[in-house]
């Protein structure tokens, strides 16, 4: 090995990363990493180990499972071909398209929350008395003009009527 090039031993890896030394031993175990020993047994990790150790975190953060990292990191044969670039390609192009649709329906979500809260704020301005719950007049008012009443206002509107009564 250079004497020249950059070395960890497991601690300062482990807080570099973030992942607790545990799992550094882990990902050696399954074959990620190889790190070398010094002469008094301990570890040392180069610049690839560290490399390696963030491509497992990034491709965690997309989803992945280890086996998938491991088949697509660690092809069977030792050998990163072109037959491996395109598992990884298509495997990436679907952990996408998973996260456009999980976007979309935080969007609606989202859009949902803020119809809500738009409703519950021209509520507060009705003139009714502060009552700490949602005046369900005003309610029926946005929803006699049309106004999209998430299902979640209309169960408050349900729950108001009964109280009425």
Known sequence: MDSKQITYYIGELAEQLGLSQRTIRYYEELG??????????FRTYDKLDA????MILRFKDLGMS???????LLPSDGVM?????????ETLKSR????EIKINKYRESMEQIESVLNLLSKCSTCGQ???????SDCLKEHEKRGEHITPFVSSLLATENTKES
């Open 32 to 41: 990620f990493i190889k790190p070398c020993r010094t002469s008094g047994g």
């Open 51 to 54: 490399d390696m150790l963030k």
């Open 66 to 72: 280890l086996e998938e990292i491991r088949s697509l």
């Open 81 to 89: 071909n072109t037959e491996v670039l395109s598992t990884l390609k």
């Open 96 to 99: 996408r398209k998973d996260f």
């Open 129 to 135: 008395p502060e009552t700490g719950h949602v005046c």
